[in-house]
């Protein structure tokens, strides 16, 4: 079981909002920046979010992300075909002194 | 263009070792800590190791530690995942990957990954 938990599943129509969370620790969320990545299946996953709500380049601006106390969110707005992907969070755990991932959402795009 | 081009992979009965590298071209490596992730078959994102830009600081997840060892040639731009005594649920795609040089638990830049596969 993952230290950093995700729903595994999310769902929403073409143009639609959604938002996955993620949930964990004092050590981990509540004290250092979550990131976000996209991956689909076959290639090299992608940073979406760092730094709890920074973009990289290149990423649009359909991507935001948020930070409360020790849960996260990445919110994606005006949803396409593309963005069907997994979607993970991470943070560093300064108990574990490792780098925590979540089990991963898998967004389906209906 | 920045790029991560991961080899060594294949398949390795369990107990014994393969050593996987990942060669870094259109950015210096020497000022970015570099990373190993791995995803089993069906399975999420698995954090393996962090290494820091100058090699000096080493981090493993529980299951590499005393197993798995990971560095660094800065001067070559190669990182390099040296995995002993492997076990079948080793078997998985391993990813390298690049940290923000701002932000060192943060991985900006992957490869597409080498698979490596422990079966007798």
């Known amino acids: 079981q993952s230290v950093v938990t995700q729903p595994p599943s999310a769902s929403g129509t073409p143009g639609q909002g959604v938002t996955i969370s993620c949930s964990g620790s004092s050590s981990n969320l509540g004290t250092n920046s979550v990131h976000w990545y996209q991956h689909l299946p076959g290639t090299a996953p992608k940073l979406l979010i760092h730094g709890d709500n920074q973009r990289p380049s290149g990423v649009p601006d359909r991507f935001s992300g948020s930070k409360s106390g020790t849960s996260a969110s990445l919110a994606i707005s005006g949803l396409r075909s593309e963005d069907e992907a997994d979607y993970y969070c991470a943070s560093w755990d300064d108990s574990l002194r490792v780098v925590v991932l979540g089990g991963g959402t898998k967004l389906t795009v209906l | 263009q920045v790029h991560l081009v991961e080899s060594g992979g294949g398949v390795a009965q369990p107990g014994r070792s393969l050593r996987l590298s990942c060669v870094a071209s259109g950015f210096t490596l020497r000022s970015h800590a570099m990373h190993w992730v791995r995803q089993a078959p069906g399975k999420g994102l698995e954090w393996v190791a962090l290494?820091?830009?100058?090699?000096?600081?080493?981090y493993y997840a529980d299951f590499a530690k005393g197993r798995f060892t990971i560095s660094r040639d800065n001067p070559k731009n190669t990182l390099d995942l040296q995995m002993n005594s492997l076990r079948g649920e080793d078997t998985a795609v391993y990813y390298c990957a690049r940290a923000l040089k701002e932000h060192t638990k943060t991985m900006d830049v992957w490869g597409k990954g080498t698979t490596v596969t422990v079966s007798s």
């Open positions: 290494i820091s830009y100058d090699g000096a600081n080493k």
